[in-house]
């Protein structure tokens, strides 16, 4: 074949090679196509040049500009603690009260503690603070420890069967792995339990065992839940009449409860949370209670 043949169905000049009568086509490369090779190798050196790229021994090659991300993040994060502090210095020195009376400052804790609640307390709590099996709703349920906001703050501070020193303690009995009640009488309290949330399960348990279970609970468990069941929070103990159950209100959870005990940990947040954040938190949780439709 002949150089400078003309293929017919493409208009394309060969180059003369064949094989098995497939004719190569002379098709040079599209200008675009160096045009953007230029473009991509000018902008990859003039980029190496003015911005912190290439490493060395002692460091980096910083740039002709002098761009340095570490020096931008740390004046912005200095510029927002400059700009916090008109309101954290507020959040800091006045009371509860005065802050949850205050309308702006209000919303300036519904902002930052969703964060807050966001990044360490929902995964326990749930991003809606309705609890889950195991941590409890602190949206509707009695606060165990009390609802006052000092209260609040401190059990955030120190936790529950924490590693705080000052932690609050907080334990149920195990009454039949440790043997201190027989397997009928842990059936009749639970019964007797169960009623106290559900009043209707009375009608169809017999009368004798509901006294039973009533003599038992007094017995044993009235120490800590008090006399009416409704909790103590001298003891950290919860509510058993009412339909916020931590760990299940049916009976199969309520016999695991008194048979195997419990002792749920709340983490001490004294290492990890400022003053400032354990203040918005607690302030939050207790705008979600008063806010919960």
């Given at each position: 074949?002949?150089?400078?043949?003309?293929?017919?169905?493409?208009?394309?000049?060969?180059?003369?090679?064949?094989?098995?009568?497939?004719?190569e086509l002379n098709t040079p490369v599209p200008r675009v196509v160096y045009f953007f090779l230029i473009a991509t190798a000018t902008f990859a050196v003039?980029?190496?040049?003015?911005?912190?790229?290439?490493?060395?021994?002692?460091?980096?090659?910083?740039?002709?500009l002098g761009v340095d991300q570490r020096v931008a993040v740390t004046q912005t994060v200095d510029q927002a603690k400059v700009d916090r502090a008109s309101?954290?210095?507020?959040?800091?020195?006045?009371?509860?009260?005065?802050?949850?009376?205050?309308?702006?400052?209000?919303?300036?804790?519904?902002?930052?503690?969703?964060?807050?609640?966001?990044?360490?307390c929902a995964a326990c709590h749930g991003t809606d603070a309705q609890g889950r099996p195991g941590f409890p709703n602190l949206v509707a349920a009695p606060i165990m420890w009390g609802d006052d906001p000092k209260i609040v703050a401190e059990t955030i501070r120190i936790g529950i069967n924490g590693t705080s020193p000052d932690t609050r303690f907080a334990q149920m009995l195990a009454f039949g792995k440790?043997?201190?009640?027989?397997?009928?009488?842990?059936?009749?309290?639970?019964?007797?339990?169960?009623?106290?949330?559900?009043?209707?399960?009375?009608a169809t348990i017999d009368a004798d065992?509901?006294?039973?279970?009533?003599?038992?609970?007094?017995?044993?468990?009235?120490?800590?839940?008090?006399?009416?069941?409704?909790?103590?929070?001298?003891?950290?103990?919860?509510?058993?009449?009412?339909?916020?159950?931590?760990?299940?209100?049916?009976?199969?959870n309520i016999r695991h409860s008194v048979y195997d005990g419990r002792g749920g940990t709340m983490p001490s947040w004294e290492a990890r949370l400022t003053p400032t954040d354990i203040k918005l938190l607690t302030l939050y949780v207790l705008d979600l209670r008063a806010t919960r439709p």
């Open positions: 074949m002949a150089l400078g043949e003309r293929d017919k169905p493409s208009g394309q000049m060969t180059t003369g090679h064949e094989w098995n009568g497939i004719k003039t980029w190496t040049l003015l911005m912190p790229s290439w490493p060395g021994i002692n460091g980096y090659f910083r740039g002709f309101w954290t210095t507020r959040i800091d020195q006045e009371d509860f009260a005065a802050i949850q009376a205050d309308k702006d400052l209000m919303n300036i804790v519904r902002q930052t503690g969703a964060a807050l609640f966001g990044d360490n440790d043997q201190m009640l027989a397997r009928e009488d842990i059936d009749a309290v639970v019964a007797y339990v169960q009623t106290l949330s559900q009043p209707d399960l009375a065992a509901l006294l039973a279970g009533a003599t038992l609970f007094a017995d044993n468990c009235a120490g800590c839940h008090g006399e009416d069941a409704k909790g103590m929070t001298d003891t950290g103990a919860p509510n058993l009449t009412d339909a916020y159950w931590t760990y299940g209100g049916d009976r199969a």
